[in-house]
């Protein structure tokens, strides 16, 4: 069964719009005329007696009226597929399907050892999973194109319900030959002394490391750098050099690679958060509620 059966097509029409930010786009993707979705705005605005959207040159932003719709209409497109699939059989942690928005670091090391061992106890749930920055995995969520999402230290948003937070500290890891490698914990300024790997700019990790070698005056250049986790990782067990990754993502590194990863005592490599996020006021259904409850447990540090 389709969702369009059960929710009206004025929304359908109104959130495409929202999403592609003009007529013409939400046109192509509904694959109906642009008339055809001028006319069911026009309708809605008509009912609710107020302007939905503003009109500018570069597109159609929503008016403080037309966000309250798309909240509004957000939820109902969820809450349709939820029905959808309690009718047709589908609901339930027998089949089904989880849509996932994660940072890299948890879809690469975290995420697959939950999602395996929860699909060895129900076979008919299947994954999808997209990985991209902690602002649009938040955004994700909002607006309903995935059901569970996490994020590394978010602002707080209010169409977010928060379902686990946890502190996450970063590691330094490197090859288990190295020098640092039997050392309980290290420091920055005992890394500096040696190659290392960092993530961009625009990461967590690699600002707070900024900010703590700026408080202390370590000028540390880094010999490589890479917008993948993997990449780094994979160059530390290559023994090319130390690179700094979340003691969650650490908790699931291969046993294989002869990796080692070290506490890093400075005090601002402990200010991370991760957080589990699904949309506010939404009913999640059977199977994807009961995957959430692994995946909160799996993030405890006694649950690795």
Do not use: W
């Amino acid at each position: 069964m389709n969702e369009r059966i059960l929710l009206d097509s004025a929304l359908r029409y109104f959130l495409e719009i929202v999403r592609q930010g003009s007529i013409n786009k939400a046109s192509q993707q509904l694959h109906v005329a642009p008339s055809a979705v001028s006319r069911q705005i026009a309708r809605l605005e008509a009912e609710l007696g107020s302007q939905l959207f503003e009109r500018h040159s570069s597109g159609m932003k929503l008016s403080p009226s037309g966000e309250l719709l798309a909240a509004h209409a957000r939820k109902t497109r969820l809450e349709t597929a939820r029905v959808i699939e309690e009718i047709t059989g589908l609901e339930g942690i027998q089949r089904g399907t989880v849509r996932l928005a994660s940072i890299e670091g948890l879809a690469s090391y975290l995420l697959p050892h939950v999602i395996s061992e929860y699909r060895e106890k129900h076979h008919g749930i299947h994954f999808d999973l997209a990985v991209m920055s902690s602002t649009e995995v938040t955004q994700r969520v909002c607006e309903g194109l995935v059901d569970i999402g996490l994020a590394i230290s978010p602002a707080p948003e209010k169409n977010i319900q928060v379902e686990k937070r946890i502190m996450a500290p970063i590691h330094a890891v490197m090859h288990s030959s190295h020098l640092l490698a039997t050392k309980k914990h290290v420091s920055l300024a005992q890394l500096s002394h040696y190659p290392l790997a960092l993530p961009t700019e625009n990461t967590t990790i690699r600002q707070l490391f900024n900010v703590s070698c700026s408080r202390q005056g370590l000028l540390i250049e880094p010999v490589m750098v890479s917008n993948f986790v993997t990449t780094l990782v994979h160059f530390a067990a290559c023994q090319g050099g130390i690179t700094l990754i979340g003691d969650v993502s650490v908790r699931h590194l291969s046993d294989a690679a002869q990796i080692t990863s070290l506490p890093i005592r400075d005090r601002e490599m402990s200010g991370r958060t991760i957080e589990v996020q699904t949309l506010a006021g939404r009913t999640l259904p059977k199977g994807v509620a009961d995957f959430l409850g692994d995946l909160c447990l799996a993030l405890e540090p006694d649950k690795a």
